[in-house]
């Protein structure tokens, strides 16, 4: 009687490792499609922004010329007249 669970056991055992060697398998090969999808959809979405793209905007700062202290004229007038508005309160 001992014989037979321990034989029982053993193909239980065997039965429950080649599942799961069968789940990862699965598993694997479900990643490996999803990686190679997710290459051909990168280089796709890659190649129509590449090609297909409408317009090619780069984005751009106002058209101001840079002021430098030197040029700045009335700035004591001004400050005073700032510090007299708001910070006397």
């Known amino acids: 009687m001992d014989t ?9 055992v065997i039965a ?10 699965i598993i694997s090969a479900i990643l ?3 990686l190679w999808i997710g290459l ?7 190649g129509y922004k590449l090609f297909f793209a409408k317009e090619k905007s780069t984005p751009k700062l106002e058209e101001k010329t840079p002021i430098a202290i030197a040029d700045l004229k009335d700035t004591d007038r ?3 007249e700032y510090k007299r508005k708001y910070l006397s309160e």
């Open 4 to 12: 037979i669970k321990i034989i029982l056991a053993a193909i239980g």
């Open 16 to 25: 429950v490792l080649v599942i799961a060697i069968w789940l990862i398998g």
């Open 78 to 80: 001004a400050l005073e």
């Open 32 to 34: 490996w499609f999803a």
């Open 40 to 46: 051909f959809a990168a280089i796709g979405y890659g």
